[in-house]
């Protein structure tokens, strides 16, 4: 045998040894997650416990919140989604991975999540921080959300709500049917630029959409497929660094903008200083930083991230709760008699009246409940030494969390989860839901991490609805001709609607008229 067929003979010995080699390791990991591995007792799909690519998958869909609670109703209150992953169902979990038990370590945010901002290299925002950091932001960030602050925004807010009612008017005039998914995006984009930076971005004003809107939602989409990434590989690691070079780039690019552009408006705020009256987020923010308790850069980066959290989360809830109202009529007539009885005139309506309103109260919890902001869960890893969620023992670094639209949509949970029903909390209307596990409803997350805003949303949720329905009477217009088919159907779990992380919403046309008294 020759020199040159002795080689390719030890070539293929040796590719057959590797390709062999290769199988055995792929067939030991296997056997491992089956039958081996911590989380081997609990339910789910096969491909779900031997490999991360089911997860990725319903992510790059922009389906997986659905598939979770798909596989819920199927294997019960906690799912195995990945090798090393479970998701829960049930609201003691909630407590036990994101509130502060006594006794217990906090779980940590889990190296797949990815934050809604691109990082600054020895910064983070508030929601990506260790627990020091976290604690020392929040600190000084929360004032800009106090109850006093909030008390003092609201004439910022209002303004932004009556320059709304007034664009929609012509509109009402003419009956041409308008989107109000973008209405309520250009509002609250609107009102959260006045807040983190002391102007507006025109949307309102001029009827389109700013060019940064589009920043906002590709961000909250790369981030989806980024998470993605870290699914199949280590965070940080090269494979995984490797993968990410595959997220179009226009994608990546818009996140970095994002950034840049926030920075920019960032600094020229900072440079206004306290000169500046006007009750913005960063009106606070500096005024209690005198004494350094956060940095430039942090400012700068919570500012980026207030534009996202503070704007997409609070137009999708009003798109989701206004097409819940207009697909129950006695939900809709009931809390427009209430908000027309209570307020004769839009002069008369103050948050502090609205936050009394019963029935509006019950449509938004019911509007957080089935159509939750974050439809997707936020992942915890359990601290070294193991904890326990929901009654189970698991070990330290298993990835686990509570998905929001698996959790609100629940039979174990709701009774009728699917169906619109206000009246579920209230009393005494609500009398045939007492035994519900209202708990498992936290649309703002909850314990030292919750949402930071939440108090700011009510207060944007409320004057937008009270305001909208004192003013007009609403009704859809995209179910007009026959054979029209509605894109808002919630069967099937809202088939024609996306999420990536937040929801990819679909048109809500309707057409408007001037309400009649």
Known sequence: MGVVELLLSNVKIAALGVTFLSFAYVFGVVIYNLYFHPLAKYPGPFLAKISPIYSIWGLFRGRWPFDVHQLHLKYGPILRTMPNELTFTDPQAWKDIYGHRQGHPQFHKDPIHVGSVQDIPGSTTLTMADDANHSRQRRTLSHAFSQKALLEQESIIR????????????????????????????????????????????????????????????????????????????????????????????????????????????????????????????????????????????????????????????????????????????????????????????????FTDLQNLPFMNACIDEGLRIFPPVPTGLTRTVPAGGDTVAGEYLPGGITVSCHSWAATHSPHNFYRPDEFVPERWLEPDGVAYAGENKDASQPFSLGPRGCIGKHLSYLELRLILGSLLLHYDIERADLDGPGTEDIWDPSGDLRHVKAFNTWNKPPLMCRLRLARR
């Open 159 to 350: 303004g932004y709500v009556d320059l709304l009612i007034q664009k929609l008017r012509p509109f009402a005039e003419t009956g041409q049917p308008i989107n109000m998914c973008d209405w309520f995006n250009f509002t609250t984009f609107d009102i959260i630029g006045d807040m983190a930076f002391g102007e507006p971005f025109g949307c309102l004003k001029d009827g389109v959409f700013h060019s940064w809107v589009s920043l906002i939602t590709q961000t909250i989409k790369a981030g989806a497929y980024e998470q993605a990434t870290r699914r199949m590989f280590k965070s940080g690691g090269f494979m995984q660094k490797f993968l990410c070079k595959f997220i179009p780039s226009d994608l990546r690019e818009k996140r970095y903008r994002h950034l840049e552009l926030s920075r920019e408006k960032c600094l020229k705020r900072i440079d206004e200083g306290l000169r500046r009256e006007h009750r913005d987020f960063l009106y606070y923010i500096l005024r209690q930083n005198e004494k350094g308790g956060v940095s430039q850069d942090e400012i700068i980066l919570n500012s980026a991230l207030f534009i996202v959290a503070g704007s997409e989360t609070t137009a999708s809830l009003l798109s989701g709760l206004l097409m819940w109202l207009l697909r129950t009529p006695s939900a809709y007539k009931r809390l427009t008699d209430e908000i027309r009885t209570a307020f004769p005139t839009a002069s008369d309506m103050h």
